[in-house]
């Protein structure tokens, strides 16, 4: 049998805009570092989402030292950017923003940067960061140890099998690249949709749980690169990987350790 081998990282700074790709990266509880650490916001404090702003998916992130620039890449327009000190800490009042059903504090960046975000995207927003000690607990019927979880949907880490990806192309007249699912953790090995089946796992020396199966939405059909939503994959998917009215594709996970993990590691379902 082919051993599952981590094969992809990725974190999301800002909730909603474009990934990075690493090799090597930090697991805290609340999810990877600087994994959806910031997002944005409306007037009424909600976050904003691919799901209602597709275009969203033109700013591309980058870190560099202590430095993250953004980039708004919009086909056939001149690339303009911003840039936000990693180590800033936002010195204006708490801000009590919603993420779906959770209430966090958070903290504008910097106005700039917010008017910079607003223009581009045609609405009134606020870029506001989410500092690590402030608490967002896991949903109750699925945390292990009271975790805790950054702006991502409702958990801290989020992994798919590269078979998974694969059969699902198999079933699609145009193939779909793993960002449209944004995960945490890409893997190699075994079969499609072994990750359903997980519990107890350890990527390299930490160990982690399988909490949730994840369920998707209409993100997963915005193309990441144009901005453009479409129906697919949701609508094959939704043939073959639905159960009740949710579709399922790829597993929610929380960590039991922190430290350091690299691509290329093993991955050991226990």
Request: charged letters at 25%; glycine letters at 8%.
């Amino acid at each position: 049998m082919n051993p599952l081998t981590l094969s992809e990282i990725w974190i999301y700074p800002v909730k909603s805009l474009g990934g990075i790709r690493l090799e090597t990266a930090t697991v805290r509880r609340k999810g990877l570092q600087f994994d959806r650490r910031w997002m944005l916001i409306d007037a009424n404090g909600v976050a904003l989402t691919q799901r209602v702003h597709p275009e969203m998916a033109l700013f591309k992130p980058s870190i560099a030292d202590d430095q993250m620039a953004i980039e708004y890449r919009k086909p056939g327009h001149s690339v303009s950017t911003a840039v936000v000190r990693l180590s800033l800490q936002p010195r204006g009042p708490a801000i009590r923003a919603h993420v779906w059903e959770d209430q966090v504090d958070v903290h504008e960046v910097d106005p700039a940067i917010s008017e910079w975000f607003s223009d581009l995207l045609n609405i009134h927003c606020r870029l506001v960061a989410f500092p690590e000690k402030n608490p967002r607990p896991v949903d109750t019927g699925y945390s292990i140890a009271d975790e805790h979880v950054s702006l991502a949907d409702a958990y801290p880490f989020m992994t798919i099998g590269q078979k998974s990806l694969d059969d699902l192309n198999g079933r699609l007249a145009e193939p779909v690249p793993m960002n449209r699912f944004r995960p945490n953790f890409v893997f190699t090995g075994g079969n499609a949709f072994a990750e359903d089946t997980w519990k107890d796992i350890s990527i390299g020396s930490l160990r982690f749980v399988a909490v949730k199966k994840c369920d998707r939405c209409v993100l997963t059909t915005v193309d990441q690169e144009t901005g453009m939503k479409g129906t697919e994959p949701l609508k094959t998917l939704s043939g073959y990987r639905k159960a009740g009215n949710k579709v399922y594709f790829g597993q929610n996970m929380v960590a039991l350790d922190e430290g350091s993990l690299s691509v290329g590691q093993r991955i050991i379902p226990g």
